[in-house]
């Protein structure tokens, strides 16, 4: 399919740039990132990611991290998991 048409969009600049490094340790450009959402928007008929309002608690955790606050975990996903889960107390039945 021939690239024929262009999409100008405006992005913060320090989030263009952490994609593109990210975009190019996976081989991709941003362009090729772009086609690829649009594709997959079409094959869907819509996002391919859930996208609704964030809740109270949620807004109030990304702006904890965007201060640079919050928990950080550096183990592996099993060992986060282990964490989390080993943090609840069990249901009764």
């Known amino acids: 399919m021939p690239k024929n048409a262009y999409i100008n969009a405006r992005v913060d600049k320090r989030l263009k740039a952490r994609a593109e490094k990210i975009l190019s340790q996976v081989g991709i450009s941003t362009s090729d990132a772009v086609t690829m959402l649009l594709h997959q928007i079409v094959l869907r008929k819509g996002l391919p990611f859930e996208a609704r309002i964030p ?8 702006a904890e991290l965007d201060r640079g606050a919050g ?3 550096d183990g592996t ?4 998991l ?3 889960a080993g943090s609840r107390k069990p249901r009764r039945a």
């Open 71 to 73: 928990e950080s975990f």
């Open 82 to 84: 282990r964490k989390v």
């Open 55 to 62: 809740s109270k608690d949620t807004v109030a955790a990304m």
């Open 77 to 80: 996903a099993e060992e986060l």
